[in-house]
């Protein structure tokens, strides 16, 4: 027994340690790059070198806290929840957009949005539509796989799964905040409240598919229509 407790606590010990490590990163590249040094050439560097570190170092860190090695392995058990769920997100965050986005943004704001669209190179509706299908597909893996897998179960290992998942969660929306933020600066803490606040309940919901089906890739697929949904007012702005 007392070997037992000694080995449970030392996995929280690791677990905590590789929190520590991972977890800030995502936030702090998106506050270098869009807040810190907005202008510097090398911060894209930095901001990919951060990416790359989310997508390595879980791989390195995962036996090491008693998780298994690897990229989860796909499985069908699920996506049929995945899917009902993220299709009501792509409806609620249209929704919200047709009935009050307009509203809260106003005509300036609305104006800006489309020219901050515009100033990410995404100034064509093929430029677009490339990058709202990198983000929806690939970006979106990255995200579960780093935030409901490798993160939330590590803070699991040491805190159980309702504080974990919303201390993740939180963390989740926090690095979404600066990100939106950025990008409504100038108009008000509404729009990147509003859209934390719908970050930290869909990242919730995902850790929820996943902890049920124990199933990465079907929280994935809710994932994917929701960024669909953002996308898709993300167009309406910038071309509508």
């Known amino acids: 027994m007392h070997l037992r407790n000694r080995t449970k606590d030392q996995v929280k010990k690791r677990a905590m340690f590789a929190m520590g490590l991972t977890l800030p990163v995502p936030t702090l590249a998106v506050v270098l790059k869009m807040w810190v040094f907005p202008d510097v050439a090398w911060s894209t560097g930095l901001f990919m070198a951060c990416k790359a570190w989310v997508l ?32 009501l997100s792509f409806g609620a965050i249209l929704g919200c957009w047709f009935t009050v986005g307009g509203k809260v943004l106003g005509t300036d704001g609305i104006e800006h949005f489309r020219q901050t669209i515009h100033s990410f190179g995404m100034n064509t509706p093929l430029k677009y539509l490339g990058a709202a299908l990198l983000y929806s597909f690939v970006n979106s893996l990255l995200e579960e ?92 702005i910038a071309f509508g």
């Open 56 to 87: 390595l170092a879980p791989l390195a860190l995962a036996g090491w806290i008693g998780l298994p090695r690897g990229f989860p392995k796909f499985k069908k058990a699920g996506m049929v929840s995945g899917f009902v769920f993220g299709l």
């Open 145 to 236: 796989y780093f935030w409901r897998w490798f993160g939330a179960e590590a803070a699991e290992k040491w805190m159980g799964f309702l504080p974990a998942t919303l201390l993740v969660s939180l963390v989740f929306g926090v690095h979404h905040f600066f990100a939106v933020a950025k990008q409504t600066e100038g108009f008000g803490l509404m729009v990147p409240m509003l859209a934390t606040i719908g970050v930290v309940i869909g990242g919730f919901v995902w850790r929820v598919i996943y902890k049920k089906t124990q199933n990465i890739w079907a929280a994935w697929v809710a994932h994917i229509w929701a960024d669909l949904g953002v996308f898709g007012v993300g167009y309406l």
